[in-house]
């Protein structure tokens, strides 16, 4: 599809549509599938309860993808990351300490179809779990992790050199190790680099802790701001000149200017507040995970992602940060409240986490092409995004269910941790509908007690961005580990 020209913000958004309150009514369309893929049994991005008790579900969905590689080991951290043939998977604690090599694992994709390990990154930030704050600055070679524990952490980062060797990184910040010792604290969950690569910006989620990391020297880095933003800082995304950071928060965004932090000297603390300049909150959505900027046409726009309450992908008109117009949005169709029955029947017994968006990226910032998500349940989504008021789904790829080796993936939360029962996080909007509707999101749970008792892993956790490389995108999924997948020529690149 040809990029089309930029109109007026909201342009595909349903006639009437409030975002403050209102659930977005649509699915984006469906992928055309080959022949002979193995396509999705239920309606798109549902794992059908019938699928998961038949075992349907281990044989894996795929749509206009191929699985050309993997790398399982002991299965992935929440996010991974990548850089020039290699990838680096996240880790998890304390589960990854109960299998071999704990630690981030690095992952030599010289050769996509033999993907092998070539090294196990062990500094206390890499085997104290990674969490979503494992990163790489492709401008400065410099990969970045700290130790977060079970959601939030304090006081261990590790840079290294990657540039040089990606598949055996360089610990820079060497000495007691890799502690950060400064006298400002930090706190750890998520975090993210400046575009220029001089900054390290972690965010320890409650009460909305972020820190400016100085790394312009690598081998020391230091703590020149930090301060509560808010009610929660989650993950964040930057104006390409580092001067507005697009903060995620508990319901929405939240948009600041860090240009003193951006335009600092070098290793100069700075007293400054960090100014806000506008904040955008939702209903039809939780747990803003992070977000994307791009432009189109020129003109900049910024994709924001929940992580909870099937609020999808939105697209927001950014041409002032303080007042973003939403655009257009990319749900699947099990995110539609008409679907919220459907949603729990078949997710309950495989952990907190459903089938909703967590982590994406785009094939390029400028009139971008294509989006790839991990869509959790829903596995690895693609997504054709270069019409803004019009988004469709392309391809996809469901990994094959590890049903009954939750003991041999010692580095997936979902296996060892996560797949206790639990409700999934459904929409306090969507609930609300179906029940109006005469349905109750919870019937699946009480007709079938007898998934409430331990976790089925009857489908992976697919949270880790998909990242493109040419015509494959490199990925981990908790269970399955790293995968290179190939999309077919027919649909990307998209013309």
């Known amino acids: 599809m040809a990029t089309a020209t930029v109109g007026p913000a909201s342009a595909a958004a ?257 007293p400054e507040l960090m100014p806000h300049v506008g904040e955008k909150l939702w209903a039809d959505g939780q747990i803003t995970q992070h977000s994307i900027y791009v432009t189109y046409d020129g003109q900049p726009h910024v994709f924001s992602v929940d992580e909870g309450g099937s609020g999808g992908v939105k697209l927001f008109d950014a041409a002032r940060s303080s007042n973003l117009q939403q655009r257009n949005a990319i749900k699947l169709a099990i995110n539609l409240p008409d679907n919220a029955n459907r949603w729990a029947q078949s997710t309950t017994a495989n952990g907190a986490f459903g089938y909703d968006a967590h982590y994406c990226s785009v094939d390029r910032p400028v009139d971008p092409t294509a989006m790839a998500c991990g869509w959790i349940q829903s596995g690895v989504r693609v997504f054709d995004i270069s019409d803004p008021d019009h988004f469709e789904e392309v391809a996809y790829f469901n990994p094959p269910a590890q049903t009954g080796k939750n003991w041999q993936l010692s580095n997936s939360l979902h296996a060892l941790l996560g797949s206790i029962a639990a409700p999934p996080i459904i929409g306090t909007l969507a609930v609300a509908r179906a029940v109006l509707q005469g349905d109750s999101p919870v019937d699946g749970i009480i007709n079938d007690q007898s998934r409430l008792v331990g976790g089925d892993l009857s489908a992976d956790w697919c949270l880790s961005p998909p990242e493109f490389h040419g015509d494959q995108l490199w990925v981990t999924c908790m269970d399955n580990g790293f995968m290179a997948l190939a999309l077919d020529p027919a649909v990307y690149p998209i013309r």
């Open 14 to 270: 349903p006639p009437g549509y409030n975002d403050l309150i209102d659930v977005w009514p649509t699915a984006v369309d469906v992928a055309d599938c080959r022949p002979g893929d193995q396509v999705e049994t239920g309606i798109q991005g549902e794992v059908p309860l019938a699928d998961r008790k038949s075992g349907r579900s281990t044989k894996g969905y795929n749509c206009n993808i191929d699985l050309i590689g993997q790398y399982q080991g002991q299965g992935a951290g929440i996010v991974s990351a990548t850089y020039g043939h290699c990838s680096y998977t996240g880790s998890s604690f304390p589960t990854n300490f109960l299998g071999p090599d704990p630690g981030v694992q690095v992952i030599d994709v010289s050769d996509p179809a033999n993907p092998r390990m070539t090294d196990v990154l062990s500094e206390p930030a890499m085997v104290g779990g990674t969490w979503e704050s494992l990163k790489v600055n492709k401008e400065r070679g410099l990969l970045v992790g700290t130790g977060v524990g079970i959601l939030e952490g304090a006081g261990y980062i590790s840079v290294y050199d990657i540039a040089t060797d990606c598949a055996h990184p360089r610990l820079l910040n060497t000495g007691a190790g890799s502690q950060l010792s400064m006298p400002i604290p930090v706190t750890t969950h998520e975090g993210d680099f400046s575009p220029d690569g001089n900054t390290y910006w972690a965010t320890g989620i409650a009460p909305g802790y972020v820190s400016a990391i100085d790394i312009t020297d690598p081998r020391d880095p230091m703590v020149v701001w930090s301060g509560v933003t808010g009610v929660e800082a989650h993950g964040l995304g930057f104006s390409p000149d580092g001067n507005t950071m697009y903060l995620s928060n508990l319901l929405g965004l939240t948009m600041i200017d860090v240009s003193a932090v951006q335009n600092r000297t070098p290793r100069t603390i700075v």
